[in-house]
């Protein structure tokens, strides 16, 4: 019973026109990163290595491949794809409840939990969907336009230079954990989802959540640095960058096969793993005991 109410969640999420906003948006965002730099592609880079340009020589011409235009389209896209992703999650119990569909659903054979337990696999589905579509369009789509060759990728006043053939593997990885964070997202606008009767309030109330812990983070002020940004779930959401960062040898050399920081991307999964749990928790125990009257 459970897969077969998981399956019409997933109808319900992809009969909504809506749902492809985010396909769209994602594609269009590839094409105009990928038509700047064939277009105009060392000015783009100058502008997106500026901090850097004081500190290293930067080759222009070998930068440009397939690698460093997806890593790039990554920075830009996964900000404001918590938003796309607040748009499904956050509409999944609300929308049912504004729709006056609500009390039939919860009149079906299944329990509460199990209503709240598929509407948000289907989330994550639709999470890892949009991440394989911008997959698809973001690095497959960028080796064939511009070949691919070392990734060059700044970190502060560092460089860090990966050879072609260590860097699929990478790529598949920061897909990975990056559908672990915007699955988060998915967790929270379900969450505030279950305590609301219309659509707006939990995709308001998620990306507002998102915007204020961004913004403490960026801050850098002492008292937040030591108390909320090592447990907030916007800071972990950052950890697929670790997958670029690599360790040298004494030569400088990069070493293959190699993360900078292992222990802090273990962390960051776990913390996001249990953000998961704690806004599935609640949500289950909410929607358990709400009274359903629409």
């Excluded at 700047?36 to 070998?62: H, M």
């Excluded at 260590?166 to 505030?192: C, E, G, K, P």
């Excluded at 659509?199 to 030591?226: D, H, N, R, Y």
Aim: proline letters at 3%; a neutral charge; charged letters at 15%.
């Amino acid at each position: 019973m459970f897969f077969t109410l998981l399956r019409i969640e997933l109808f319900k999420i992809f009969k909504r026109p809506r749902t492809f906003i985010a396909f769209a948006a994602v594609a269009v965002i590839v094409i105009l990163v990928q038509f700047a730099l064939k277009i105009n592609g060392k000015d783009f880079i100058q502008l997106y290595t500026d901090s850097q340009s004081d500190t290293f020589e930067i080759p222009y011409e070998k930068i440009q491949n397939g690698y460093f235009v997806c890593v790039a389209v990554l920075h830009l896209i996964l900000i404001h794809v918590p938003l796309l992703v607040a748009l499904i999650a956050g509409d999944m119990i609300s929308g049912e409840a504004n729709l006056g569909t609500l009390r039939l659903l919860a009149g079906k054979p299944v329990t509460r939990q199990q209503i709240i337990l598929a509407k948000f696999f289907a989330s994550t589905v639709y999470v890892v969907m949009l991440l394989v579509w911008m997959a698809l369009f973001a690095l497959l789509g960028s080796i064939l336009l511009f070949g691919s060759e070392d990734l060059v990728i700044f970190k502060e006043t560092d460089l860090h230079i990966i050879k072609s053939h260590d860097v699929l593997w990478r790529f598949f990885a920061a897909f990975v954990f990056a559908a672990l964070a915007l699955t988060t997202i998915a967790a929270l606008a379900l969450m505030f989802s279950t305590f609301s009767d219309n659509s707006l309030g939990p995709i308001v109330a998620t990306v507002c959540v998102v915007i204020v812990f961004t913004i403490i983070q960026q801050l850098k002020v002492p008292v937040f640095e030591e108390t909320v940004n090592p447990w907030s779930f916007t800071t972990h959401m950052l950890g697929w960058k670790g997958f670029f960062y690599v360790e040298k040898t004494a030569d400088g050399e990069t070493i293959n096969g190699s993360i900078e920081n292992p222990v802090a991307l273990i962390k960051s999964s776990l913390v996001l793993m249990g953000y998961i749990f704690l806004f599935l928790l609640i949500s289950i125990r909410y929607f358990n005991k709400k009274d359903i009257l629409s």
